[in-house]
């Protein structure tokens, strides 16, 4: 069964550093979708970042990244140069191909909550 | 452009009440999915609509709650007689497709529930 692990409850980081938030996946099927989304103290999920299974370069977005390793299953998504405002919970989630017995949901993490210090 | 309209944003509700919440996906998008997050967890798959069809159900409580997708109009989640273990942030997300794992769903703000 398809599962997203984010073993991280709490990060720190310090203004204008770098930090990695941990995503590790299972899933059977060969095709499939990953998915970072934040949501900040307002409660609202903001998309960020997406990679495909067959996507030979990792995929980025601005001050975000994602550090796909396929033969480990994880899909860690890093943030250049934190800003005060990334303060919020992350959540990666996934996504299979669609066939007869999955309709495409998403299946979440539990979410890693980041502060950033200034 | 709008993005996916979700209301209201807050409901309270007593126990015994029903609650219905309100999603309009984003234009040109007729796929709309429900998800639920309950606190300090993250979200759980409900329930997936098409216009005038539920594709895929098996995340929603067998009693109660209900969801339809009309035509016409927005989508609805009801929840029959609500019970505190009811309360949670309901989410619904819009995609323009359903065939492809890159097809990116865009989240409605949510609508938090609260069952005194």
């Known amino acids: 069964a398809q599962k997203i692990t984010q073993t991280q409850p709490g990060m720190f980081v310090q203004e204008k550093e770098a930090v990695t938030l941990d995503c590790t996946y299972d899933?059977?099927?060969?095709?499939?979708?990953l998915f970072w989304y934040k949501q900040p103290s307002s409660g609202e999920m903001i998309f960020l970042i997406y990679?495909?299974?067959?996507?030979?370069q990792n995929a980025t977005e601005g001050r975000y990244s994602l550090n796909f390793q396929k033969a480990r299953k994880s899909a860690n998504l890093v943030i250049s140069a934190s800003q005060l405002g990334d303060s919020a919970m992350y959540f990666c989630?996934?996504?299979?191909?669609?066939?007869?017995?999955?309709?495409?949901?998403?299946?979440f993490g539990q979410g890693t909550t980041l502060q950033v210090k200034p | 452009n709008a993005g996916v309209m979700q209301n209201p944003r807050h409901l309270v509700r007593r126990r015994g009440q029903e609650a219905r919440l309100r999603c309009s996906p984003m234009?040109?998008?007729?796929?709309v999915y429900w998800y639920r997050q309950l606190p300090e967890e993250g979200l759980k798959f409900m329930v997936y609509?098409?216009?005038?069809?539920?594709?895929?159900e098996s995340g929603m409580p067998k009693e109660r709650f209900s969801a339809e997708f009309p035509k016409e109009g927005p989508s609805i989640l009801r929840i029959q007689q609500v019970v505190r273990g009811d309360s949670a942030a309901y989410f619904c997300?819009?995609?323009?497709?359903?065939?492809?794992?890159?097809?990116?769903?865009?989240f409605g703000p949510g609508t938090r529930l609260t069952v005194l």
């Open positions: 997300a819009s995609s323009p497709e359903q065939g492809s794992p890159t097809d990116t769903q865009y």
């Open positions: 899933t059977s099927d060969p095709s499939y979708g």
């Open positions: 990679q495909g299974s067959y996507d030979q």
């Open positions: 989630a996934m996504r299979e191909a669609v066939a007869s017995s999955n309709t495409g949901k998403l299946i």
């Open positions: 234009k040109g998008h007729s796929h």
């Open positions: 609509l098409q216009k005038e069809n539920i594709i895929d």
